[in-house]
C-alpha cells in the first residue's frame, strides 16, 4: 500500500530534551516536506526537501533541522524543543515537487512540550 | 509574505444544498490551487486542484478559479454529513517547491 507514514504519532516531553520525528515514504517520491498545524493558522510549511541531500527553508524553520540522507526518510529534529513548538505536524510527499502535482500527508504526529 | 485567506466559518447548510467555499491569494504570480478536505484529527486529503482559470468539476464538486481576481472556490452540490470537515485551500508557489495553506473553513452539513 502506497503511504507515508510517521512515527511516533503523540510525544510528550519536556523543554530541552532533543527529539526526532521520523517520516518514511513507500513511493518513490523525490519531494518530501513537513508541516505544523495550529489551530486558527492552517498548516505552515517548515521544511522541503527536493531530493536527497537538498533541502530548502519553508515558512516557519526556525528551531526545526531535517535531513534527507535516503530519498524514502525525511526525520524532522527538534534540538531544543520549547513550549511553542507543541503543535501537530504532518509529513508529506510527492513525486517531484512540481506545481502541477498534489501531496500525500502522513497520519500526523502530535506533539506536546511541557 | 504570501497569504492564502479563507473564510474561518463555521459554514453550515443543510443536506441537499450547495456548500460554497472561498479562498483568496496574494500570490499573483501562483500557478496551482488545491482543495483539500480534513475531518478532525485526520490528516488532508485532495479534493480537487485546478490551474486553468474557470471552472473545473469532478462529481459534486466544482473548482473555480479567477485568476485576475486572485479567487479559487469550491462548490459541493447535493452536500451530506458525510463532507462535514475542514476544507483547506492550497497555493503553490511560482516556483512549485512552497505549499502555503489557507487556514481552512470549517463546514457542518445538517441531516
Known amino acids: 500500500e502506497a503511504q507515508v507514514t510517521q512515527n511516533p504519532r503523540y510525544l510528550i516531553t519536556v523543554t530541552g530534551k532533543k527529539l526526532t520525528v521520523t517520516c518514511s515514504q513507500n513511493?518513490?517520491?523525490?519531494?518530501m516536506s513537513w508541516y505544523r498545524q495550529d489551530p486558527g493558522l492552517g498548516l505552515r510549511q517548515i521544511y522541503y526537501?527536493?531530493?536527497?541531500?537538498?533541502?530548502d527553508k519553508g515558512d516557519v524553520p526556525e528551531g526545526y533541522k531535517v535531513s534527507r540522507k535516503e530519498k524514502r526518510n525525511f526525520p524532522l529534529i527538534l534540538e531544543s524543543p520549547s513550549p511553542n513548538q507543541t503543535s501537530l505536524y504532518f509529513c508529506?510527499?510527492?513525486?517531484?515537487?512540481?506545481?502541477?502535482?498534489?501531496?500525500?500527508f502522513g497520519p500526523g504526529t502530535r506533539l506536546l512540550v511541557l | 509574505q504570501k497569504e492564502v485567506e479563507q473564510n474561518s466559518g463555521p459554514l453550515s447548510v443543510p443536506e441537499g444544498a450547495i456548500a460554497s467555499l472561498n479562498c483568496t491569494y496574494s500570490?499573483?504570480?501562483?500557478?496551482?490551487f488545491f482543495w483539500y478536505r480534513q475531518y478532525s484529527g485526520k490528516s488532508p486529503e485532495l479534493i480537487m486542484f485546478?490551474?486553468?482559470?474557470g471552472d473545473k468539476e469532478d462529481g459534486r464538486f466544482t473548482a473555480q478559479l479567477n485568476k485576475a481576481s486572485q479567487y479559487v472556490s469550491l462548490l459541493i452540490r447535493d452536500s451530506q454529513p458525510s463532507d462535514s470537515a475542514t476544507y483547506l485551500c492550497a497555493v503553490k508557489d511560482t516556483g512549485g517547491f512552497k505549499t502555503i495553506f489557507g487556514a481552512g473553513t470549517r463546514l457542518f452539513v445538517k441531516a
Open positions: 508529506a510527499s510527492s513525486l517531484s515537487g512540481t506545481s502541477e502535482e498534489t501531496q500525500y
Open positions: 485546478i490551474y486553468s482559470n
Open positions: 526537501s527536493m531530493n536527497v541531500e537538498v533541502t
Open positions: 513511493m518513490n517520491h523525490e519531494y
Open positions: 500570490d499573483r504570480g501562483s500557478q496551482s
